[in-house]
């Protein structure tokens, strides 16, 4: 299963990114095998508007199955949830590798609708 | 004669001297009108508290899909410049608050699969204050595309003898949708090192938009000469000063009109407005440009 995790750096050493939209990259990785690469979403970080539609348009095309991020917002939220990208919140400070873990093992939380409101309101 | 009040900071006066200007031009006996574009927050009528004759809604145009047409090959989400559009699984995703109906979606889309469809984002209100024809737009809550808003305000105007326009603070889109076409800038100011920075911003776009422009300086015996000094480097001229006067923060506090709780500053606005029309006739004589231009500068 190809998960994508928004993340500070380009490695599993790296820091979680918690924002989605504005996140620095995002690192997809085969769940199976563990092999992973990061996607920079530089295009997005300063975007005027729409990062996070532009940044869940380009989680779907990577071809990703879940998100594991700290937060979703509503219009990331519905084009994830339309494309069938389940979503998970990782809280506290956390390595990408700790998150797959805890992602592994269950211990995420699944959401169900967006758990921050648009940035423009 | 078009009149845009702007400011590059906020807070610096520009409703205050737009209203109590359009109020002392009123009663000479000219036609006024005032046009209150700062939608996102217009605050004109707590001073001229206008009788709202008419209201109107303020729609733009969005994509909507025609379902049985679209493929889903994904062109309008690729050309849409403003990320209003996500397509996912084949579907089409529109974000019609993201959207400024620029059109490119319905232009480029291969299969002529979306029509335009009309969404309000705020109001127009008209009326009377006094003699002064009073419009002011008010944007949504939660939308963004305030230039429509204001657009749609200047279209409402027509011909008085005196147009004033009150414009959203900044130097972004929505303060250039205002001072657009307009014949003639006031920038108000503050003789703060902020209220400098923001001015000579502001400055900087009047003169890309080539409108003249004259400098109003409020609260001007306060903070250091930096502005003055500036204008007079730039060749701009200060055609409006207003003392930090206790007396005017209290009028403005009751939602009272300076030139009518504080008789004496009539003169002070009328002087202005004198100087605004001779630098106006002096720029429309000698081509557009008042102060020097950047090629001089």
Same mark, same amino acid.
């Given at each position: 299963m190809k998960i994508a995790i928004t993340s500070y750096g380009e490695d599993l050493k790296s820091k979680m990114d918690k924002s989605f939209g504005r996140a620095k990259w995002f690192i997809l990785m085969d769940s199976g095998t563990g092999s992973f690469a990061a996607h920079s979403n530089k295009q997005n970080v300063n975007a005027a508007q729409g990062a996070g539609i532009q940044a869940a348009q380009n989680v779907v095309?990577?071809?990703?199955?879940?998100?594991?991020?700290?937060?979703v917002g509503p219009n990331a939220f519905r084009v994830l949830s339309a494309a069938g990208v389940r979503m998970f919140i990782v809280q506290g400070d956390k390595t990408i590798e700790e998150a797959v873990n805890e992602w592994k093992e269950g211990n995420l939380q699944e959401i169900t609708e967006a758990t921050i409101e648009g940035h423009w309101v | 004669m078009k009149l845009a009040i702007a400011s590059g900071k906020g807070g610096t006066g520009k409703t205050t001297i737009a209203t109590n200007l359009a109020l002392s031009l009123a009663d000479t006996g000219i036609h006024v009108q005032l046009l209150d574009c700062d939608v996102e927050e217009p605050n004109c009528h707590i001073f001229l508290k206008p009788e709202i004759e008419k209201t109107e809604p303020v729609t733009v145009a969005i994509p909507q899909? !025609?379902?049985? /047409?679209?493929? %889903?090959? %994904?062109?309008?989400?690729?050309?849409?410049?403003?990320?209003?559009?996500?397509?996912?699984?084949?579907?089409?995703?529109?974000?019609?608050?993201?959207c400024h109906s620029c059109g490119a979606c319905m232009l480029f889309c291969p299969e002529g699969a979306f029509r335009e469809v009309p969404r309000e984002i705020g109001i127009l209100?008209?009326? /009377? #204050? %006094?003699? !002064?024809?009073?419009?002011?737009?008010?944007?949504?809550?939660? &939308?963004? @595309?305030?230039?429509?808003v204001i657009g749609a305000v200047k279209k409402a105007g027509g011909e008085p003898d005196v147009l004033i326009i009150d414009s959203p603070p900044g130097t972004s889109c929505p303060v250039i949708e205002a001072v657009k076409n307009a014949d003639f800038v006031l920038l108000v100011t503050e003789p703060t090192p902020f209220g400098l920075? *923001?001015?000579?911003?502001?400055?900087? @776009?009047?003169?890309?938009?080539? !409108?003249?422009? #004259?400098?109003? +300086?409020?609260?001007?015996?306060?903070?250091?000469?930096?502005? /003055?000094?500036?204008?007079?480097? &730039?060749?701009?001229? +200060?055609?409006?000063?207003?003392?930090? *006067? =206790?007396? +005017?923060? &209290?009028?403005?506090? =009751? %939602?009272? @009109?300076?030139?009518?709780?504080?008789p004496e500053y009539g003169k002070t606005f009328e002087e202005c407005w004198a100087r605004i029309v001779d630098l106006h006739n002096h720029a429309t004589q000698a081509g557009t440009s008042v102060g020097k231009t950047e090629a001089e500068g």
């Open positions: 095309n990577l071809g990703a199955e879940a998100l594991l991020s700290g937060n | 899909v !025609i379902e049985e /047409k679209c493929t %889903g090959c %994904g062109v309008c989400a690729d050309v849409c410049e403003f990320k209003a559009i996500a397509v996912v699984k084949g579907k089409v995703l529109i974000f019609p608050e993201l209100e008209k009326g /009377k #204050a %006094g003699e !002064i024809d009073f419009i002011h737009g008010l944007l949504n809550i939660g &939308e963004l @595309m305030s230039p429509a920075n *923001d001015l000579e911003l502001a400055v900087g @776009m009047v003169r890309e938009l080539r !409108i003249p422009l #004259a400098v109003g +300086i409020n609260r001007s015996d306060v903070g250091n000469d930096d502005v /003055k000094e500036y204008c007079r480097r &730039e060749g701009i001229e +200060i055609v409006l000063e207003i003392p930090d *006067d =206790r007396r +005017i923060a &209290e009028a403005y506090s =009751r %939602g009272e @009109m300076v030139v009518r709780a504080l």
